[in-house]
């Protein structure tokens, strides 16, 4: 009886880079391909090796580990690289989420891209796409900002300049400014612009938080601040 054929796209290549996507919250969401490749790849670089280690030891997997994040980026993504050229499979992955969107990641892919070397990407969950596809607000377009600068300023001219932005703006935002910038969307674009705030996603106490900025405003500060967030303002003329 012929053996069933192995399935390539679950083998890792040598020489390859591999930017696979973990779960954001439900671990369940762990694709069986992004499973297989951190199970057989040389090496996985991750922003804390704590919490990757955690998460592939839940799965039943162990591999080596190579803390990969903000303060050390630029250095090891040149090591990594040229491991790679070498002949080694290596895997980048962040906390949580897609590597390289508002996370580590860009700077070895660009590294492998300007070497000509293999980078294959491994999809799976995301925060933005996620709260994007569940929210309501238009999705034929948007502009993803990731997180904004921590001064007040500095985001209401964030706001200012795209107060007439002909598509959905899209944002993540951390537990210590979320009050103030939902404040500050109300101020600027005023309290009758829709807008989604969400948290939590894929988790127990997942919430979405949709409607005018004012009253988004008031259910936000009613709630658990707790979190990480990613905040969606529609155009200026959508009605939800």
Known sequence: ?????????????????????????????????????????DLVACEDTRTTGAMLARFGLHRELVAYHDHNETEVAERLTALIAQGKSVAVVSDAGTPGLSD???????????????????????????????????????????F????????????????????????????????????????????????CIAKEVTKLHETFLIGTAADVEVRLVKGSLKGEFVVLIAPKDYVL
């Open 1 to 41: 009886m012929t053996a069933p054929a192995v399935n390539s796209s679950l083998v890792p290549q040598p020489g390859h880079l591999y930017v696979v996507a973990t779960p954001i919250g439900n671990l369940a969401d762990l694709s069986d391909r992004a499973r297989a490749i951190l199970g057989a790849v």
């Open 104 to 146: 580590p990641g860009f700077r070895i892919v660009r590294s492998c891209r300007r070497r000509n070397l293999p980078v294959i990407p491994v999809p799976g969950a995301c925060a933005l796409v996620a709260v994007l596809s569940a929210a309501g607000l238009p999705t034929n377009g948007f502009l993803f900002a990731g």
């Open 148 to 195: 904004l600068p921590p001064k007040t300023a500095a985001r209401i001219a964030f706001l200012e300049k795209h107060r007439d932005f002909d598509y959905t703006l899209a944002l993540y935002e951390s537990c210590h400014r979320i009050d103030k910038f939902a404040s500050e969307i109300v101020s600027v674009l005023g309290p009758d612009r829709v807008i």
